[in-house]
């Protein structure tokens, strides 16, 4: 079973920046791929950003510019950067992995944490 614990929310000024980190409790390497996803009350949940095991990125076209996702495999942990954020960023962003075993695909997420854009 693959734990994922998100960390770096919090409030921050249209504008300004703030870093999320996702942290694994197996190798990365262990892990298909990962990414961000968020969502907010009434709204379905939404992709922001993926990284697959090869390094490979995708990103929604709302952050693109803005968002950066990468990974450190040493630490177990996937980031976003978040830059530029306006108020339309305000969401609860969770982080999100899948992994193979035995021909399946298992999908695994964090318990979210609150990002708040806002003057």
């Known amino acids: 079973q693959v734990q994922l614990v998100e960390s770096g929310g919090g409030l921050v000024q249209p504008g300004g920046s703030l870093r999320l980190s996702c942290a694994a409790s197996v190798s990365i390497f262990s892990i298909n791929a990962m990414g961000w996803y968020r969502q907010v009350p009434g709204k379905q949940r939404e992709l922001v950003a993926a990284i697959t095991r090869g390094g490979s990125t995708n990103y929604s076209d709302s952050v693109k510019g803005r968002f950066t996702i990468s990974r450190d495999n040493a630490k177990n942990t996937v980031y976003l950067q978040m830059n530029s954020l306006k108020p339309e960023d305000t969401a609860v962003y969770y982080c999100?992995?899948?992994?193979?075993?035995?021909?399946?695909?298992?999908?695994?997420w964090g318990q979210g944490t609150q990002v708040t854009v806002s003057s």
């Open positions: 999100h992995a899948d992994t193979i075993n035995g021909g399946w695909t298992y999908d695994h």
